[in-house]
C-alpha cells in the first residue's frame, strides 16, 4: 500500500466550529507532515512528526493543533479558524524526514 | 536556507522534450535536488531526486553540474498530461535538530499544448 489518504475530502466550516483533519498511511513512515496550500501557491509546511514526535512547527498559529496518536495517524485539529485559513491542506509522508514524500489528495478547507 | 528560482511557466508541444532549470546558487554540502509534480487540486508527486551528475528513471531524467548551483529536470516526449506545476526543492533528506529545509519554491507553470 503505497498511499495516503485523508478525510474529509471536503469540509466547510464556521468560525466557532471545531473539527479535525485526518491523515492515513500504512507504508511504516515514520515522518509525517502538515502542508497548506493557497490556490495558485505552492505548499507551505505547518507542522512535521517524526517518530510520532513533533519535530517541527513552522510558527502556525495556535487554532491549528496537530496530534500523531500512532505511527500511521495524524490528525489536525481545527478551533476559532479565520476565512483566510480557506485552502487544500495535504498531509505527506515521508520514510525520515526529507526523503520521497508522499502526498494524500488533500482535504479543500471552507472557513465562513 | 538554499532558495530556488525556477521560470514562473513555460509552454511546449506534445511530443516535445522539456527542459525545466531550478538555481540554487547557496546549496549546501549536504543537500539534495527533488522535483515534485503537481496537477491542480491533488498532493504533489515525487519525480526524481539527485546530488550530482545525472539521475535517471522511467519518467525523467536530472541533470546536475560540477557545482550544484543549478539543476534540470528533463521531461522526454511530454504529452497533454503532463500539464502540471513543476516544484524544484533543495534540502538535506533528513530531518536536523529542529530544523526543515526542504521547502516549496514558486514552482513552474508547464503547459502542454496539442
Known amino acids: 500500500d503505497t498511499e495516503v489518504t485523508q478525510t474529509p475530502k471536503h469540509l466547510v466550516m464556521g468560525m466557532t466550529n471545531k473539527k479535525s483533519l485526518k491523515c492515513e498511511q500504512h507504508m511504516g513512515h515514520r515522518a509525517m507532515y502538515w502542508y497548506k496550500q493557497k490556490a495558485k501557491k505552492p505548499p507551505e509546511l505547518m507542522f512535521v512528526?517524526?517518530?510520532?514526535?513533533?519535530?517541527i512547527n513552522e510558527s502556525v498559529p495556535s487554532r491549528f493543533s496537530p496530534e500523531c496518536p500512532n505511527s500511521s495517524l495524524l490528525n489536525l485539529h481545527l478551533h476559532a479558524l479565520q476565512p483566510e485559513d480557506s485552502a487544500l491542506y495535504l498531509c505527506?509522508?515521508?520514510?525520515?524526514?526529507?526523503?520521497?514524500?508522499?502526498f494524500g489528495p488533500g482535504t479543500r478547507l471552507t472557513v465562513l | 536556507l538554499a532558495k530556488t528560482t525556477q521560470p514562473i511557466s513555460m509552454d511546449s508541444y506534445e511530443g516535445q522534450e522539456v527542459n525545466i532549470t531550478c538555481s540554487h546558487n547557496?546549496?549546501?554540502?549536504?543537500?539534495?535536488i527533488t522535483w515534485y509534480q503537481q496537477f491542480p487540486s491533488q498532493g504533489p508527486r515525487f519525480i526524481i531526486q539527485g546530488y550530482k551528475t545525472k539521475v535517471t528513471n522511467e519518467v525523467a531524467s536530472l541533470f546536475i553540474p560540477a557545482d550544484r548551483k543549478s539543476s534540470t529536470l528533463s521531461l522526454p516526449r511530454v504529452s497533454l498530461s503532463d500539464t502540471a506545476v513543476y516544484y524544484c526543492l533543495v534540502g538535506a533528506p533528513y530531518l536536523t535538530s529542529g530544523t526543515y529545509k526542504y521547502i516549496f519554491g514558486t514552482g513552474t507553470r508547464l503547459k502542454v499544448l496539442a
Open positions: 512528526y517524526s517518530y510520532e514526535k513533533l519535530s
Open positions: 547557496n546549496i549546501a554540502t549536504n543537500d539534495y
Open positions: 505527506a509522508s515521508s520514510r525520515s524526514g526529507g526523503n520521497e514524500q508522499f
